[in-house]
């Protein structure tokens, strides 16, 4: 046994052991949420929506560290992202690389068979995805910080992420993952304005070839530029189809055509928002001091919304489910973190104290970002 060299006084030195990194999974981590044991096979513990949300939750900020640690050089033995999916019996499948400077910014984990082996589990319990691809948000560090914030300037700009690399590689790997394990078995995940706007968009995009993943998005973004120009072009639209119903030109057939095509168009487009069913349905979870994410649950937004459940946990909705066109599954935080940076924060989101609301949210800003999943057919030519 070598000995402990001694210090400047001459006495011996005590090796003490390193210190926890804050973000070690037993130091940051949640506190009550146990591991997958053999009892899964009986009853699944992804069956209950917190529990869902909250490893979810831990996936994305297993994703944060991957980058942390690539920036800190950090290797497999060392590196704190493996102790956030490891206990859940998950692996660490792929890693999405931007190119242009290296850095890491998702991540796609599959149900490890081996380890689950290795504590009696026999197969996949049932809820337990097959694979989750998982998205981190902004970075702020030097290493990150350009190709981060111009996807934050990109969304912010235009509402839409498809012209990032990141966007292609996030959507290449989901729909990878879909095609190997099936569309219900594989979920998307993200936190913040670019990771939860790339799980939403990549998440829609295949919707629209008819692949229905399940979609949780943390704190996505709710603001931007080009969105809020469309409400304003739709605002006057309404207020002017209103003016000229008032005033309409009478012995003018093209006159009243225009006005018979005009209540056409608003029938089609009530019959698409009450009548048509929804067969994707993203998970949003929403901290209403968080301005990033609040508009989704602003009263002056046309927000109405119908209780799936009083309790944290009860009333969950599967991706895939029934209910209205542009409608989402929205989990609000009732009491929770009133500052800001806490309330865009992840760990919230595994907190064992969060109170939440789940309610099924139908309002004007994500009918507008769903709108074109369920939009009617056209009308036959006449």
């Known amino acids: 046994m070598a000995k402990a060299s001694p210090d400047q006084k001459?006495?011996?030195?005590?090796?003490?052991?390193?210190?926890?990194?804050?973000?070690?999974?037993?130091?940051?981590?949640?506190?009550?949420?146990?591991?997958?044991?053999?009892?899964?096979?009986?009853?699944?513990?992804?069956?209950?929506?917190?529990?869902?949300?909250?490893?979810?939750?831990?996936?994305?900020?297993?994703?944060y560290l991957l980058e942390l640690d690539r920036q800190e050089k950090r290797d497999e033995l060392t590196g704190l992202a493996p102790q956030w999916w490891r206990p859940f019996k998950y692996r660490l499948a792929q890693v999405l690389v931007d190119d242009r400077d290296g850095s890491i910014y998702g991540a796609v984990l599959e149900w490890d068979r081996q380890a689950a082996l290795s504590d009696y589990i026999l197969f996949r319990p049932t809820g337990a995805p097959a694979a989750v691809v998982a998205l981190r948000g902004t970075l702020l560090k030097a290493a990150t910080f350009r190709r981060d914030v111009q996807d934050d300037l990109r969304f912010l700009a235009w509402d839409s992420l498809k012209g990032s690399v990141r966007f292609a590689g996030a959507l290449a790997a989901l729909r990878a993952a879909a095609r190997r394990f099936g569309a219900g078995s594989v979920c998307v995940g993200g936190h913040s304005l670019a990771g939860a706007g790339f799980a939403l968009q990549v998440g829609k995009a295949l919707a629209k070839e008819g692949i229905f993943?399940?979609?949780?998005?943390?704190?996505?973004?709710?603001?931007?530029?080009?969105?809020?120009?469309?409400?304003?072009?739709?605002?006057?639209?309404?207020?002017?189809?209103?003016?000229?119903?008032?005033?309409?030109?009478?012995?003018?057939?093209?006159?009243?055509?225009?006005?018979?095509g005009c209540g056409r168009g608003e029938a089609t487009a009530s019959l698409s928002r009450e009548g048509m069913q929804c067969r994707w349905l993203p998970?949003?979870?929403?901290?209403?001091?968080?301005?990033?994410?609040?508009?989704?649950?602003?009263?002056?937004?046309?927000?109405?919304?119908?209780?799936?459940?009083?309790?944290?946990?009860?009333?969950?909705?599967?991706?895939?489910?029934?209910?209205?066109?542009?409608?989402?599954?929205?989990?609000?935080?009732?009491?929770?973190?009133?500052?800001?940076?806490?309330a865009h924060g992840l760990d919230q989101w595994w907190a064992d104290d969060v109170e939440l609301q789940v309610a099924l949210n139908h309002s004007t800003l994500i009918d507008r970002q769903l709108r074109s999943l369920y939009a009617a057919p056209p009308a036959a030519a006449s």
């Open 10 to 63: 001459g006495g011996g030195a005590v090796a003490t052991p390193p210190a926890a990194s804050p973000f070690e999974f037993r130091v940051y981590g949640p506190r009550n949420l146990p591991s997958p044991t053999w009892r899964d096979l009986l009853r699944s513990s992804w069956k209950n929506a917190d529990y869902r949300r909250m490893v979810i939750a831990c996936f994305i900020q297993g994703v």
């Open 213 to 260: 993943v399940e979609c949780h998005v943390f704190n996505p973004p709710s603001v931007s530029l080009a969105m809020s120009l469309k409400g304003f072009a739709e605002t006057a639209g309404e207020l002017w189809g209103r003016v000229r119903s008032w005033i309409p030109y009478v012995g003018s057939q093209a006159a009243a055509a225009d006005v018979s």
């Open 283 to 342: 998970h949003l979870y929403i901290n209403t001091n968080d301005y990033i994410c609040c508009y989704y649950n602003d009263a002056a937004n046309g927000t109405a919304t119908v209780a799936a459940g009083g309790e944290s946990g009860k009333g969950a909705v599967r991706g895939g489910g029934g209910g209205r066109a542009g409608v989402a599954r929205m989990v609000v935080t009732s009491k929770g973190p009133s500052k800001f940076l806490e």
